[in-house]
């Protein structure tokens, strides 16, 4: 049950807004997610979204938020007000971007992980580096065990990384040998109870430089053991992906779908980043990032496919997130009241 009861006006224009604009994310996505809707279909599906109609899209206890988006405020006021927000905006869970809280001062693992559930705040996950020239990094190359005791210590069920596997380079078998790594982290995370996963951006979608008809994000797909190496797909940067790489570098089509992935391997993907961008061609991600709810990605369609499917309505986790926001407790609330409203069709 929502933990969000107010009712927001401008939330309210929000949802107007997007029911008018449907998914102008180009023609694949438009072909794929749905066009844009006619006003007479927008006014519809606003009365049912404010109105309360349908089960809520969003399952619940499983709105959480990336931790990254908020670093602002927590190196400058510390983790305990910010989980009081995050509570108040009727947050489930929290993904760590680091274990400190700068000046506010020094924390323990153990105080962090109280202090979370005291707030009513489920730690989910964390990203941590995937390799570094710093033979005392915190790292998964550099340091596993540590970063798998810290992570076990704050009681995480996923722990991953936000690091391409480009490590050893763009070829597919540099990806290959990255992708054996991976299935040795996420072997040591499942023998601990964790799952170990790989956050994407959009240069995952390119292709290998030493055989172009190769995606490289297939190439991590086939060579990661599926019982030991998980994806938290960015969703945002999954499109920016499909708006970069829907052509081979000779120009051939390469069109693919992102929640096509997911729908063909929904055990995959445990956890996702819920974070939204206005379509943009001129920019050379075709996107520009805002707030949950004020760009053209559908979260109502995107989410209602994944959680529709058989014994996966409880089985994800959605991390709202924006990597520069104007400010970032307001870009928390909105997002999580946006989300919040969202209803099903009937």
Known sequence: MSRISQTDPELTHRLTRRGMLGVAAGATAAAL?????????AATETADKTSGRGRPVLPP????????????????????????????????EVE??????????PITLAQLKRLARDHGLNPIGSHVGYYSDDPNAYTFAQNLTKVLDDAQALGLKHIGTASGPFRYGSTVDAWKRAAEEFNTYGAAAKARGMKFYQHNHSEEFSFATDNPKVRLYDVLLKETDPDLVFLEMDIYWAYSGQFRFSKRPDGTPAPFEPLNYVLRQPHRYPLFHVKDGVSDPANTYGYRMTDVGDGDIDYQKFI??????RGERLAHHWQAEHDQPTESFTFARRSSAYLHSLREKC
């Open 33 to 41: 997610l749905g066009a844009a809707a006619t006003p007479a279909t």
């Open 96 to 105: 760590f971007a680091g274990y400190t809280q700068g000046s506010a001062g």
């Open 304 to 309: 209602s496919a994944v959680t529709r499917l």
């Open 61 to 92: 206890g499983r709105l959480g938020i990336q931790l990254y988006s908020l670093r602002d405020k927590v190196s400058t006021l510390g983790f305990a007000p910010v989980f009081a927000e995050l509570e108040k905006y009727g947050y489930d």
